[in-house]
Structures are given as structure tokens and as C-alpha cells.
């Protein structure tokens, strides 16, 4: 972005207050404690609770008689970086605990982040301070009850991220490795996954290659290829796909790099989407976040540059992560409930600020700026949003088990929609998720409709039926009543449609064919009622006809194509990145801050509430206060 | 010739089928005058089947271990790949030679289509379905300037023209058979599409201005006779400036701006045919590494230039529609010969201008139409492939090969995947269309020139891809479920990021 600014002094002068505000030198001036969300929808209570640790394990099972918890760092005392419960091998004695945190870095001593169902356990730490020939009793010990509570093998696999001459590197400084002599039935593997500072330079060669003005296409590969940048993905997907095969096999894993926050926290986070469906729903990914990254002491602040630090502390690590996982959804679009948009929405706010979700560099830290009470969540602002964030192609019954990615080269892709999202020119210009978003709700309602419909007609036909026995002309009724038979079969035709949906189509096959079906058929079934009403409406009352008619208006049947729409009525730009949504009663497109009313429709059977449009919500209303008046 | 003499070994037992994704199959391999089936003769048999056209090249690998048999490497056109494992080690040479015979027979009369007959019965023939006749008046009925000639009767006047060609009304037809003479290969300016605003593209063989800037009054009134008085156009030239000049040695050359006053001249270069094949076979080798890492991985896309023609072959076919379309001033594209990038030019700037292109029916016209009676020699070009060319084994090595067709199938999928609702057609259309390209059991992409289909007697011996392809329960599996009519000129993006690879 460039502002063009007429005084060469002004420039000066918001060129400095703009550098001071975007990075303050204290926690407590960032924009979290200070927001205040406009409408009252959200409470600032919402979404701090939404993610209990303790749950979250409990729903492992845990603890059970291998694992327990221990309070030993209720207070951070043996570390301050990890969460206040902790979770360790039952059989492992508190002395030895202790003296493990001692001889790891940090004090960030292994625990339990994952149980698998195979009872193999995914443990984190951070690097050992062996230095060349230093050992550790204690820490010994911790290791083999580790790989003792799991019963399944008597092997141990533990990954260190790093490549190999790193940990050998660190070894001069009084840190390193565990070394497989030392350490009995362990398996020692290295994932070689390149630091921070590594990282950093990377991302920022892949940003440079984006700006380019009008760059040629070798240019481009070329600075693709450059930045390294494809490649540290696939070393983070590798680590994951080695961890969640190691985990399925029914082996123990013990993941650490250096600290124990950046790419320990990459890898277990992918290798449990890889290996728990859990993790692959909207609730779950929240879930996931909230353990591996926010519980054990992922330094967001330092990491994304909230306020003034060290710049040689700020890394991606979170963006790639979450690069990793939409490569994930890329490959298996069925078993992810959400989309692009929550990972698109996560980064966002992760870098803004605007929630307190991720201020502060662990939990320690957060607890003291007590942004629990001072902050909104950013988990609440998803609960409230979450139809946005929903994948239109999720299929419960497909997310299961373990999901094994293909990791060639070849399938890798450039995210396109995270590191240009802001050149309007390079993304495709008809956005198939709108489409396919708008296709799904637009057949809920139209089946609906067309189940009350079904209804109105079964119970008019009664009435005409018993009316015409009365009067002796049956044979008028015979014909419609066939015709009304023909409609059905033709609606069970559709749902059959609707579901054999393809799985293998990305795109939603049948169903724009479908909603053309669906709309041509309300029509039908509308047009059909409406002629048996108004035959009846001579004979009977009128108020039949009336209500039938504040039905009908209050589905919209055709909804307007999303195709080709720039802006929404309030004005505010509708590009791809924002969601086009649709008014349920009269079918225009607003942008989601104007389809903030949530009513139900007299047209639907299910009375479910709709989002609808302020106008329509106006009116629904209108009718409703008079009817209640009278 | 007989089959038999080609078929050394007829039936091989024991035989395994390897190829990726896919479970291997063991059985029976038999060779037949057009297929190699493999079929494991059980009750839920798997069968294989793999017609010889499609091979582009073979690799014999003896087996290192037991001294008999080995496997023989059959690389298909289609950029697949598969291994037979033969035990014996007669069979596994009889095999080979036959393979290796039958893959390059180039005798038209006996490949498969000939020899074909659809099983089911044919709905609406497509030979007869997009006539140069009914397509041509499409563009000239609007309009007085045009008219559809038979100056080409018996192609007299170019070989590589159908008979009937679409010329300004105005222009008698001994004005034509002398700018034919002026033109490359005969392929005077002819009509390729007249958008709705009356600006026209034309398309034709380079001149033949030759090294002594020879002139050619005719030629000069036939295309000033498009543009009316006073009004200008454009010449594309597909080459780059230096390939154009450097073609007047060699007869060829541009039109001086002297002679064409009202013409302006642009070069938009694409590669050269073979050029684009040996870009893409880097690219297919890319794809086919196995155990390549990320940065030898997209060093090898970038080397393989691949990317660049097809953002290049848009950058071209969009500056062609905007002149159309924007500025509305009328375009003649030309190569050197005509018959191949100025095709993808031409005719991928209809598929951006005009939305009957990016229907199914509107989609098999225009390649009908700018393709097959545009003179785009299928039969060389597609006679190998990718694989061939690294192959030292290639007997023929002509430089005749190119995958122009490819590029702009790929370019089509690259507006495709931008405007993924403005086309009534899917992915799978557009690679059935190349697969057939390639080999078919139907006719339509037999031959080089419609002169020579017309020897051939395509229409009545052979059944037409279209034939198939627009039976209604085949074309209802192409229909892209997310199509809505949309009846604007699509402008697609020509930045890097946007263009990505066709899987």
C-alpha cells in the first residue's frame, strides 16, 4: 500500500507515529485492550472458555493408568513456559521429573501432548543439555517410562527436528541430542527443518518475488524456487507424515528441536490433523491450536513482532503451519470442516491483534496481562461467524481415521490466496466455494419450502377430496392427485440426486443442476396450490389464500447469481476474499456485516431461523408484531 | 502389408502389467493389429487395453538378474508409463519388435479407425455436424462485406484450406489465387472470426517477401479491402522480430510498411514448434521423477519454459481480443507457415471473445473449424510425442513433431480454471479431446489437411469423435455442473502466479 502524501514534513511525521504504533513498546498498548467489538452480540466472556485443556485430554483419555497429571508446575515453577497441568507416565516418581526438567532446556521437560487410540503416545520437550558426554539419570528414567506405558512395542522413536549438523552444533554450547548409547530402546531421527531465522529469510525472498511489477514467468519460478520456501513446507510435511506413521504403527514418538516451541509445535500439531478426525473439524483445529501452540508456549508475540523485540525473534513458523494445513485440505477437500477463509481469518488476527487470543508468549503470560477478562477471544468471534468458516464439501462420513498426504514435489502448490491475496488481478475471477456455499443453502431452503408445500397441497387435497365426494365430481380431483403423485416422484428423484453426490468431483456436481430443479419445482408446486386454492378459495374462507400467500413471498426462489457482483447495497467492495451471502427471503446479495438478523421464515417447515436481510428482517417483523396484536 | 508379418509373437503367457497408481495385473498378453490387451483370464478379469498409436516409444530393459526375458518400457503418448515384465527372453524380443513395428506404422489405411465400428448407434452424425458451410454462414450472415468462396475447389489453390473459405465480398477470385501465390503454402488471408462489433480476424502464411522485397499488388487490395478506407489495423506476427527478418532469406519475411499502410505491425513470439516440444518433454520428464526434491523439482518447471509459452500464447490471444474487442480495430495473425501458433492464436482468442466457444458444441466447432479445416497437421505433429524425442531409437528425426495442440488445450484450461463458471464444459472434456488427438479409434484427428481427409474418405470409413462425444449420455458426463451463460468477453490474467500447471 503507498499513501501519497502532498508535504514532504507530514510524510515525516506519520512515517514516524505510524512505525511507533504498529509496533508499541509495551504489551498493554496493543489494540486488543482497547477493542471493543461495536454490537453487543459478543459478550467479552465468549470463547476464552470454549477450549479447556483438561478436556481436551480427558477426551484422550487421559488420565488413565499409564498417564496422569501432575500440579507440579501449578505455580510455573519448573517452567514457565508450559502450561499449569502437565501430563506424565504414571510410573515416572516426582524426584525424576525434576531432574529432567533440570537437564532440559528451558526446563521444558518431555510430557504428554497426544494419546493415540493405539495407546502410542505423542510427547514433546525441548533439546537435552548433554552437551558432548553430559547424562541425566532422572531424565533416562523419564524416557523409559515414556516408552514403558506404552505396552504395544518396546521402542521408542525420537524425533529431532533439526538437521542433524544444527543438534551437532549445539552440542559446543552444553546442549544437543540424546544419544542412542545412553538412552536405551530409542530410535533416534533427525526431520531437517531449517530455524527461524532460516524461515524468515525465506518468506521474505517468496514476499519479494510477489511484488514484482510485471515480472516474466522464469523470473517468477526462479524466486520461487529461490526463497526455499516450497521446500521448507515439504521438510515440515515429511516430519508430520513420519510422526503420524510412526503413531499409527503403534509406536511412542518423543518430538523436540532446540526450545521446543516452533517446530516441535508444527510437526505434533500436523501429525495429530494427520492422525485424529477430531482435529479435522472447525472445533477441533481450535482445539489443536489452543493445546499445541497456545498452551505450551509458542512465543506468539516475539514471533509476529507485536511490539518492539528483537528482530532476529520474529519467524513465520505460525504461517507455515498453517500453510501446512492448507496443503492438507488441498489434497483431502472431503475431511476438513473447514475452509480457507478460518485459515486465512486465524493468520489475520494472529498479525492484528485485535483479539487477545494471541497476545503474549505463553500461558504464564497471558494469565498476567489477564486478558481473559480485558480481551475479546478470537474463538468467540469464529462461534459467532462460523457459517463462513464452514467447508461446503465436508462429508462427516469420509473424516476418518488416518489421512496419508502424497508428498511428491509435483503436488505442491503456491498459496496463491495468502502471499498475493492483495493483487485483485491474480485470483480466479468466479470463486467456486461462493458458488458452492450458495448452491447448499439455497437447496435447504428450497426443500423446505417445498416440504411445506407438500404438505398445504396434501391437506387442500383432502379437504377438496371430502368436499367433492360431497358434491359427486371426482373425476377432476383423480387428475390433479396424479399429477401431484408425478411431482413427487420427481422431488425423490432430486434428493436421490442430492445424494449421490460425486466424491470425487471437488465441485458439488449436480447441484446447480439441482437448483435449477429445485426452483423450477417450487415454482411448480407453488403454481399447482395456488390453483387448488383458488378454487377452493370461492367455496371456503379467505384466510386460507392469505396465509399461503405470506408463505409464498417469504422464499426467495431465485437467488441472485453471484457472478459479476462488485459491491454490496451498504457499498462496502465484495472482492474474492470477502463471502457473498444471500438474503433467505428475497435473495439479494449482502456482504456479512449486512446479513447480520437471523429470523424464521412462515415458508419453511422446519422454522428453523434464516439469515435474512435488515429490510426483509424489518418486514418479517412488521408481520409479526401486527399478528401478535391481533 | 498384412498385420501378420508385423506380429511376431501373438500371445505372450505370464505377463506382468506395471503402472503407477494402479494394482499390477498378471496374465496373458496378447497383440493384436491395433491393441496390446493384457488380461488376466480370471472371473473378475482385468483387462488392459493400450492401443499401439498410442505408444510413442519403447525401452528394452533385459532383465540384469536371471539372464532371461526383461521388461519392456512402453511410454505412451498420453504421457502415461508402463512395464511389462516378460519371462522369456524370445518373447520379450519378439514383443518389443512388434510393439516398436505396429507403434510406427504410417500406412493411414490401417490404423484402428478404419477398422472401427461403434457399437452404438449413431445419434447425430459429427461429420456432418459443423460443415465449413453451416459454420462459415454463423460468421457471414450478419454482414455484407463477406461471402463464403469456393476459390479452393479440389484445393487448387492451397492444400492445407478447406474448399470453402470466407473472403470479403468485394475481391473476385483471380485476386485470391494470385495472393495465394504470394503467401506461404497458398494460405492467403481468409476469415477466421468476425466479433459482434464488426472488427474481423484474419489469418494467413507469412509472405513471401523473400530477400529482394519482392511486392504483391494483389495481396496488398485483398487485405486493404477488409479494412475499408481510412481505417487501420493490426499484423501479428508469432514470431520474434529476428526469426521474421532472418525468414527473408528464405523467401519469407513480413509485410513492409510501405506497401501496407494501414497496418501495424506487432511481434507477440511464441516458441517455435519444436521448441515447445522439447519444452514440454523437460517438463514431463519433471513430472515423472519420482524422487526428485522441491528445488530440482521447480528449477526443472522453470527450465522447462513450458509455463512462460502458455503465459506467452495468452499474452497474445488476449492482445489479439482487446484490438477486437476494445479498441475494435480488425487483426491478421500470422507464423510462418500458419498452421500452428497462429492457429492457437486465433483460436483461442475466439474461446475469450465468444461465448458459444466455451460450450461443448461451440468448443468441438472451433476445433473443427480453426483446427482441422484450418489445416493444423495433426498427423505429423501427433505422430510422436514427448518421449520420443529423448529416445535415441527415433528412426524419423524430422523436426515435424509439436504439441501445439497441447499448448492450446492447456491455455483453455487456464481460462478454465480462472472463469471456473463460464465454461459448459469440465477438465475431463478438454483431456478426452487430447487423449483422441493423440489415438483414437474415431477419425477426426486423422491426416494433415483436409485435402488429404477427403482422400482418405474419412467420412464414410471411419465414425467422427463428435459422433461420440455429443451422444447424450456421453456429453452429459463433460456438462460442468457450476455453468451459467455468461455472455461477456472473459479477460483473463496473464500474472505468473495465476498461470499454474494442468495436472
Redesign the interface.
Known sequence: MTFIIPKERDAHDLFTSLTQMCQPASIEELYCFRYNTGSDDLPRGTGWSLFDLQAEFERMGVPNESWTITTLNKDYDICDTYPRYLYVPASAPTSVLLGSSKFRSRGRLPVLSYLHSTKASLCRCSQPLSGFSARCVEDEHLITCIQKANPNTAQLFVVDTRPRINAMANRAAGKGYESEANYENTIFHFAGIDNIHVMRASLARLLET?EFKT????????G??GS?W??HI?AILDAALFIGKTLEDGSSVLVHCSDGWDRTAQVCGLAQVLVDPYYRTLHGFQALITKEWLSFGHKFTDRCGHIQVDPKQISPVFTQWLECVWHLCQQFPFVFQFNDRLLLTIHDHVHSCEFGTFVGNCQKDRIDLRVEEKTYSLWGYVANHMNEYLNPLYRPDMNIGFIQPNL???V???W?EM??RW?I??????S?ID?MVASKDHINSLEDHIRLLQKKIKAVEGRISAESMLNGSGLEITQDSNRFTYKKNAHDEVNLKLRDFDPL?V???????LREDESVEAVNETNHLRRLSYRRSSSQDDNLTESLSTEFQSVALDWK?V?GVKECQCSAPLDFTSRKSHCWRCGEIYCSRCLDKWATLPGHISQKQSPVCRNCYRFLHKSFSIESLE | MEFIELIKAPKVDNVILRRPLFPRIEGTLCVTGHHLILSSRKEDAQEFWLLHRNVDVIERRPSQSQFTGGSIVVKCKDFSVLTLDIGATEDFINIGDSIEALANLDVPGLLYPFFYRSLQPIVEDGWFAFTPESEFSKLVLKTDDWKISYVNKDFKVCDSYPEAVVIPKSIPDEIIVAAAGFRQGGRFPVLSYRHENGSVLLRSGQPLVGPSGKRCKEDEKLINAVLGPGKRGYIIDTRTQTLAQAAKSRGGGVEPETSYPQWRRVHKPIDRHHNLLDSLAKLIEGCNDTASTMDKWLSRIESSNWLTNVRDTLNCACLVAQCLDQDNLSVLAHGSDGTDTTLAVTSLSQVILNPDCRTIRGFEALIEREWIQGGYPFGSRHFHSVYALSASTLKNPKRKYAPTFVLFLDCVWQLFSQFPCSFEFKEQFLLTIFQHSYASQYGTFLGDTVCEREALCLTEKTVSLWSYINRPDIIHTFINPLYEPNPVVIWPSVAPPTIVRFG
Open positions: 510477489c515480472p516474466a514467468m522464469g523470473a517468477f519460478l526462479n520461487v524456487e526455499g516450497l521446500r515439504k511428491a514435489p509435483q505442491f502448490k503456491f496463491r502471499y498475493c493483487e488481478g491474480v485470483h480466479p475471477r468466479e467456486l458458488l468431483m465441485t458439488d456436481k449436480f447441484t446447480s443442476q447469481s457472478r
